[in-house]
């Protein structure tokens, strides 16, 4: 009797591990993900170049890791220090850089990463395309049903600068704004151009906004040459020609003038720096 109880027991045993359990050979081996590293000892800047064709130029004193194989869906690297990417578009996969607290996510286009440990500031500038910047301690607390993420979104010639210490974005033009296409109309020389013309001119070179009173300055016109000009040396001097002044505020260009007489009563409204 006690025999049949051990054997009934037993088949019981081996028929219920049989149905819940998986042969240890059928369980999946987890893929092992390898993380390359490049380190920039050297004072010069040195340039990496990923398998799907991003360009990396990594500034002296940074560190830049990535996974060897990249997510289906996502492009990931982190930084440390100082770097300018110019991103391969692939709308399917993303490129997301995090540094330090900031997470910076592109589709494809060109911009620079600064966020170094022992400054206070770190900073996005974007040179050509869109890029969002978010901070990572504030993405981590957004339940991942809120898509209303605190950041900025930055085009062409903008940056952001972000203050560690309050977590605070501030976002502007960037330094020295390059011209990312020349206007439909000329290059930057005009013969008696009424000055919203001007400044439509100067919108479609540089990607940014400028906010005038039209009425108050349709009466205002331009003989000028600026076409080797910066752009905050051209609008000083346009400025000046319409008795005018302007200020950046946010990533937008605020012009704020009176108007000018009419061109036949004061040669004044009239700037030729040629």
Known sequence: IAASVLIIVSVGWFTFTGQFSTPTSEVPEEQE????????????????????????????????????EFLPNLR????EGEAYFEVTRDPERPFVVR??????????????????????NALVRVRTGKVSVVVAEKMRHTPSSDNNVEGVVLMANQ??????MGM????????NPTVLARPSRHNFEFADAPIAEVFTSIEEAYGVEIVFDE??????YLNANLDDVPLYEKLK????????????????ILVYGKGCREPEESEDTQLNPI
Request: aromatic share 4%.
């Open 33 to 68: 993900i390898t993380v390359v590293t490049h380190v920039n000892n050297a004072d010069v800047p040195k340039t990496v170049i990923l398998s799907e064709g991003t360009s990396i130029v990594l500034q002296p004193h940074s560190v830049l890791e990535y996974p060897s």
């Open 76 to 79: 990931e690297v982190s930084l």
């Open 99 to 120: 540094s330090g607290d900031i997470v910076t996510r592109v589709l494809g286009t060109s911009f620079t990463v600064r966020n170094v440990e022992d400054e206070d």
């Open 237 to 252: 001097l346009i400025c000046k020609g319409i008795n005018a002044t302007y200020e950046i505020m946010d990533s937008r």
């Open 159 to 164: 940056q952001v600068v972000y203050e560690k």
């Open 215 to 220: 009425e108050a300055l349709s009466s205002c």
């Open 168 to 175: 605070r974005m501030v976002k502007s033009l960037v330094e």
